[in-house]
Structure formats: C-alpha cells, structure tokens
C-alpha cells in the first residue's frame, strides 16, 4: 500500500491498534459470550470482529486521506448525512449472513 511520507496507512493503524489491544478485547469479549449474550454475536461475530469494531471507532471524525501514486492527496468524505452513515460503518453478523444469501 502506497503511503506517503508523514502519513500513515490503515494497515499500519491496525497492526498497531492490534499490538497493543487485541489480546484485551478478545478477552473482554471472550468473558461476554462466556455469559450467553447471544445478542453480542449478532452484533459482532466472532471476537476479531468485535476488535474490528472498535478500531474502526476510533476512526470516527479522524481525516482519512487517498493517496495516489504521483503523491498527490485527497481527503476523503467518511461521514455522509449529518453523520448518519460512515465510510468506516460495517454490517452486522446477521446483516452480513442476509446480504451473502441474497446479494
């Protein structure tokens, strides 16, 4: 991924978040499902998805730029109708399972 000097891609971002939190979350979670919460799974999926989540929160209202390969930036418009939708909004578990059996 190309990456301009002073900036930092979304892949670094998540490896580093994942460094530092993965392991906390996943136990966090891990101690929720333990407790039956079966609307957590419908929520997040699996543990990993639950660390995709939060990572993806901590994006909110950060500026995300599109870097092309002459260097030059774009920003990027990551939330749409006053907030209401994000660039960085995902579906759920069950969201996901309805969109894949019916595209």
Same mark, same amino acid.
């Given at each position: 991924?190309?990456?301009?000097?002073?900036?930092? %891609?979304?892949?670094?971002?998540?490896?580093? @978040?994942? $460094?530092?939190?993965?392991? +906390? =979350?996943? !136990?966090?979670?891990? #101690?929720?499902?333990?407790?039956?919460?079966?609307?957590l799974l419908d929520l997040?999926?699996?543990?990993?998805?639950?660390?995709?989540?939060?990572?993806? %929160?901590?994006?909110?209202?950060?500026?995300? @730029?599109? $870097?092309?390969?002459?260097? +030059? =930036?774009? !920003?990027?418009?990551? #939330?749409?109708?006053?907030?209401?939708?994000?660039?960085?909004?995902?579906?759920?578990?069950?969201?996901?399972?309805?969109?894949?059996r019916d595209p």
């Amino acid at each position: 991924m190309f990456c301009p000097v002073g900036h930092v %891609s979304l892949a670094e971002l998540w490896r580093e @978040f994942c $460094a530092k939190y993965r392991v +906390r =979350l996943t !136990r966090a979670i891990m #101690e929720k499902y333990g407790a039956d919460d079966f609307e957590l799974l419908d929520l997040h999926g699996a543990p990993d998805d639950y660390c995709e989540d939060v990572f993806l %929160s901590t994006l909110s209202g950060m500026p995300m @730029f599109a $870097a092309f390969a002459d260097g +030059r =930036l774009r !920003r990027l418009e990551t #939330e749409n109708d006053a907030g209401h939708s994000t660039l960085f909004a995902k579906m759920s578990a069950y969201e996901s399972y309805l969109a894949a059996r019916d595209p």
